[in-house]
Nanobody, 124 residues
Framework: QVRLVESGGGLVQAGGSLRLSCTAS????????MGWFRQAPGKEREFVAA????????AYTDSVKGRFTISRDNAENTVFLQMNSLIPDDTAIYYC?????????????????WGQGTPVTVSS
């Protein structure tokens, strides 16, 4: 089992930037594909970005392409989400997740461990 702790959320004006971090413990982080998801009030949790265990492969939902960047530091057991050019529609609780498998996926039901979430609020 891997334990995940997110940080870095907050309140930012539209056009601003935030960098989310997710630190893992308890299992070999470097072998796990990782994902970021978000959930806005009254909406289902949705895929934002994912990264392979090596960091060589990434995937993004269309609405964040060109604005968000996912990366990882396996030596520090941490995955990051750099969010630039934020818009009010990015307001949500952001969760990181770990998949106990080798393949990167956008499907939230294929992720096995989740963090507690960090809130991001973008004001207009």
């Amino acid at each position: 089992q891997v334990r995940l702790v997110e940080s870095g959320g907050g309140l930012v004006q539209a056009g601003g930037s935030l960098r989310l971090s997710c630190t893992a413990s308890g299992r070999t982080f470097s072998s796990l594909p990782m994902g970021w998801f978000r959930q806005a009030p009254g909406k289902e949790r949705e895929f934002v970005a994912a990264i392979s265990w090596s960091g060589d492969t990434t995937a993004y939902t269309d609405s964040v392409k060109g604005r968000f960047t996912i990366s990882r530091d396996n030596a520090e057991n941490t995955v990051f989400l750099q969010m630039n050019s934020l818009i009010p529609d990015d307001t949500a609780i952001y969760y990181c997740a770990a998949r106990y498998g080798s393949l990167l996926t956008r499907d939230r039901f294929r992720y096995d461990s989740w963090g507690q979430g960090t809130p991001v609020t973008v004001s207009s």
